[in-house]
């Protein structure tokens, strides 16, 4: 497809598990974006990718959380032992700027519930 | 460090206008806005860059001050297209340094 794919669009976990969600970028896209939206809250910044580097992590909420980006593409964000707390709807985006973050081209989101 | 926008929410019947501010307490680089309907994605409106620029397209646009380190977007004539959650994002750096950070979002509803 020509948009940014996220996969699962669902996922119910048991807390204390570990988790995967994965972001296909839109083809060429060097930065990419993760993005955690609670219910009815706003965007909260995770980490950004510029090609495989991250020169921001800076929202990552603990050390329970690690992305990586491999090839310059596929991102995979991680959340190990999940917790209650860390249900929410996780977006990616991707942009072709290098610079200044321009247009970023939104997944549907992956939305995680931990029970 | 998260902008704080104002007001939460805003209710307007169609055809009136609405502003919407976003401030930071950094210097900015540049503002972006974006509007996120209810279990959809968030679509990309503007972006406003160093240098105090105003930009439009249609009946919304938006301003820039950087010395304020604040921007407002406009809505004029509102539609109800226009309902939604609006979100501005801020950047502190030219250079790709820093992510994209968003407020907690204006909530909009125009009523016909």
């Known amino acids: 497809g020509a948009g940014v794919s996220q996969s699962p669009s669902n996922k119910v976990t048991e807390k204390g598990k570990d988790v995967e969600l994965r972001c296909d970028p839109i083809s060429g896209h060097t930065a990419l974006y993760w993005y955690r939206q609670s219910l009815g809250q706003g965007l909260e910044f995770l980490i950004y990718f510029q090609g495989n580097s991250a020169p921001d992590k800076s929202g990552l909420p603990s050390d329970r959380f690690s992305a990586e980006r491999t090839g310059g593409s596929v991102s995979t964000l991680t959340i190990q032992r999940t917790q209650q707390e860390d249900s929410a709807v996780y977006l990616c985006?991707?942009?072709?700027?290098?610079?200044?973050?321009?247009?970023?081209?939104f997944g549907e989101g992956s939305r995680l519930t931990v029970l | 460090q998260q902008p704080v926008q104002s007001p939460q929410a805003v209710i307007l019947r169609e055809g009136e206008d609405a502003v919407i501010n976003c401030s930071s307490s950094?210097?900015?680089?540049?503002v972006h806005w974006y509007r996120q309907k209810h279990g959809e994605a968030p679509i990309f409106l503007m972006i406003l860059l160093k240098g105090g620029e105003q930009k439009g397209h249609d009946k919304i646009s938006a301003s820039f001050n950087e010395k304020k380190q604040q921007s407002s977007l406009y809505l004029t004539a509102s539609q109800l297209s226009y309902s939604g959650t609006y979100f501005c994002g801020t950047s502190t750096s030219g250079g790709g340094a820093d992510g994209l950070t968003f407020g907690k979002g204006t909530h909009l509803i125009i009523q016909p």
């Open positions: 985006a991707s942009s072709l700027a290098t610079g200044i973050p321009g247009e970023l081209f």
């Open positions: 950094k210097a900015l680089y540049s």
